[in-house]
């Protein structure tokens, strides 16, 4: 037992000396998880605001001068420029200078006030479906309202008595994420993101190097045990993992203000089970790939994009076809981003999270088995 423990201390002592030779591996470490974090905190957001608008007024009228402040005092359009015909309209939409137009008809005023219908014409640049839908959602508020105000004021001014009506007033309430922001959503995501790429990537780098540079080779001549080996190469990436997400975390906290609500004990807990899926798949991709290059490759787009795109990071798993849905199940990532948001944004712990839990340990526990295994093979 005595020499199991210091064999595994030795080769965990040396990957650190390596390390330490190689000062860019810790910058890449300890100070490029929290860089992406600012990047993609700040980029990777959904909220729509300042919708560019472009306004034809035909009418030129106080009900449509009325319209157009309404539209320009609300904080979700921002008005670019008033053209002077439809072809200008056109042209920038095409050109991506505005994503909204609003065309107003030149008898606007007339029909509102002949108690007919004023239609009006919108347009929306509909390449981004997801801007579009809302800025359509905000633009329906916005219009509801003003036509509400023009028939109070009419029915005003030809005297007519408006009776009180009972009428339904809902108060909404936003639990978790009162703002409503997406970057509040999308950070603690990030988190696992970041912690996916540099357990997964550098794990398989590391033991491709060796390969590469022949010291592998040195090693599995010696008395060495392939457990010693494995144990001996991957603690260290689980220590250096754990230092990334508490930097993460503090820079999470510091920059975007996100707080952790939950347990960060269960969370850290949570952080090693989801550690075993992402080394396992990175000594497995050490075990088919000849060069760094291949690794780095095989790395993101065999396993990290998937992943990404399967697990709920960005897109809602209810919204994929069932086959993709049931495909979900066996991506680690899907466990961890509940997780994660469910502790960090909600507050909630292993009661509630318990079933994403035992998945991700049963996950783990499995890929990294088979990927020990085939390692020991390799060798």
């Known amino acids: 037992m ?39 905190g700040y980029a990777a957001t959904l909220d729509v605001k300042e919708i560019k608008t472009v306004i034809l007024d035909n009418d030129k009228s106080e009900y449509s001068r009325k319209l157009i402040e309404d539209v320009g005092s609300s904080n979700f359009f921002l008005i670019y420029d008033f053209a002077e015909n439809y072809k200008e309209v056109t042209e920038t939409i095409d050109k991506g200078d505005a994503t909204f137009a609003i065309i107003i008809p030149n008898d606007f005023e007339y029909k509102i006030g002949r108690n007919e219908k004023a239609p009006i014409q919108t347009i929306f640049n509909g390449s981004d479906g997801n801007t579009a839908s809302i800025a359509a959602g905000y633009f329906t508020k916005i219009i509801n309202s003003f036509s509400t105000n023009i028939v109070y004021s009419l029915q005003d001014k030809n005297g007519i008595k408006i009776s009180k009506t009972g009428n339904i007033s809902p108060e909404v309430r936003v639990w978790y994420n009162p703002e409503i922001s997406t970057r509040n959503f999308m950070v603690p995501g990030i988190v696992a993101l970041l912690l996916s790429i540099i357990t997964l ?115 809602p798993i209810e919204n ?27 507050g909630i712990g292993f009661y509630e999270l318990y079933f994403d839990t035992l998945m991700l340990f049963i996950t783990g526990i499995l890929i990294l088995f088979l990927s020990a295994k085939r390692f020991r093979k390799y060798i």
């Open 201 to 315: 990537i550098l794990t398989s780098l590391a033991i491709v190097k060796e390969k590469e540079i022949g010291t592998l080779e040195q090693l599995i001549v010696t008395p060495i045990k392939p457990i010693e080996l494995i144990l001996g190469k991957i603690i260290p990436f689980i220590i250096l993992g754990f230092i990334a997400v508490l930097i993460v975390i503090a820079a999470m906290n510091l920059i975007f203000g996100i707080t952790v609500r939950g347990s960060l004990s269960f969370l850290l807990f949570s952080s090693f089970l989801y550690l075993l899926s992402t080394l396992g798949l990175g000594l497995f991709v050490s075990t088919i790939s000849t060069t760094q290059q291949q690794a780095m490759m095989i790395s993101i787009f065999g396993v990290m994009m998937p992943m990404l795109y399967l697990s709920g990071f960005a897109f």
């Open 320 to 346: 994929m076809p069932p086959i993709i849905q049931y495909i979900s199940y066996f991506i680690p990532l899907r466990y961890f981003v509940t997780i994660i948001r469910g502790v960090v944004l909600k």
């Open 2 to 40: 005595k020499s199991f423990i210091k064999n595994v201390a030795n080769i965990v002592l040396k990957e650190f000396l390596q390390f330490k030779r190689d000062p860019k591996m810790f910058g890449i470490i300890l100070i490029a998880p929290v860089v992406q974090l600012v990047l993609l």
